[in-house]
């Protein structure tokens, strides 16, 4: 089982990029066949799906968030980015990083990273 560890700013100003970092242990990105996925979670409400990167560099986004929105990966550091611009208010959330096998039904998750978007 693959373990996650999300990383990154915790306030990010409106209209800047947010960073995340999420580092994988246990498995390899370039290798283990897994959606690497980025999901969030806004005060209140439910999960949201922004959007994975496969094995392969594939990537697939939330029509809602694709236009500001970048996932990629470094197969050297077994790491998986998250790169969202133009921040608002209501990118308020937790952001979580998860692993999601293509084959089977394992599955493992980041303990989640608060990020406050405010001036």
């Known amino acids: 089982q693959v373990q996650l560890q999300e990383s990154g700013p915790d306030l990010v100003k409106p209209s800047q990029t947010l960073s995340l970092t999420c580092t994988v242990s246990g498995g390899s990105i370039a290798t283990y066949d897994y959606y690497w996925a980025w999901i969030r979670q806004p005060p209140g409400k439910g999960r949201e799906w922004i959007g994975y990167i496969t094995n392969g560099g594939n990537t697939y986004y939330s029509p809602a968030l694709k236009s500001r929105t970048s996932i990629s990966k470094d197969n050297a550091k077994n790491t998986v980015y998250l790169q969202m611009n133009n921040l608002k208010p209501e990118d308020t959330a937790v952001y979580y990083c998860?692993?999601?096998?293509?084959?089977?039904?394992?599955?493992?998750w980041g303990q989640g990273t608060q990020v406050t978007v405010s001036s």
């Open positions: 998860h692993a999601d096998s293509v084959t089977d039904s394992r599955d493992s």
